[in-house]
Nanobody, 121 residues
Framework: VQLQESGPGLVKPSQTLSLTCTVS??????????WSWIRQPPGKDLEWVGA???????YYNPSLKSRTSISRDNAKNMVYLQMSNLKPEDTAVYYCAAGSITNNAAAYSYWGQGTQVTVSS
């Protein structure tokens, strides 16, 4: 299974971030129970952002829930992340990963390479 994140590298404060995770080699409706977005701000630990499961149910980090939306396109085998009202502290490398809903990197079976998102005016 391969995961590839894509999206804008630079976003202005208060804008909405849109990221795409393109999955190949496995279906997002069945290969793994959860497809998560995780981020790592510079110098900080991994932070789980949210996930979508094989049935389409979504799960969010409570601290980010009010600004986050995760969705998917089954036909394209893609998972999407939208995060609104971005702040400089949202600057991080954003990853998509397969298999779990946790900050624990070892719990995931596959990771994308990550995409840098910088929030700056």
């Amino acid at each position: 299974v391969q995961l590839q994140e894509s999206g804008p590298g630079l976003v202005k404060p208060s804008q909405t971030l849109s990221l795409t995770c393109t999955v190949s080699g496995g279906s997002i409706t069945g290969a793994y129970p959860y497809w998560s977005w995780i981020r790592q701000p510079p110098g900080k630990d991994l932070e789980w952002v949210g996930a979508i499961d094989t049935s389409g149910s979504t799960y969010y980090n409570p601290s980010l829930k009010s600004r986050t939306s995760i969705s998917r396109d089954n036909a394209k085998n893609m998972v999407y992340l939208q995060m609104s009202n971005l702040k400089p502290e949202d600057t991080a490398v954003y990853y998509c990963a397969a298999g779990s809903i946790t900050n624990n990197a070892a719990a995931y079976s596959y990771w994308g390479q990550g995409t840098q998102v910088t929030v700056s005016s």
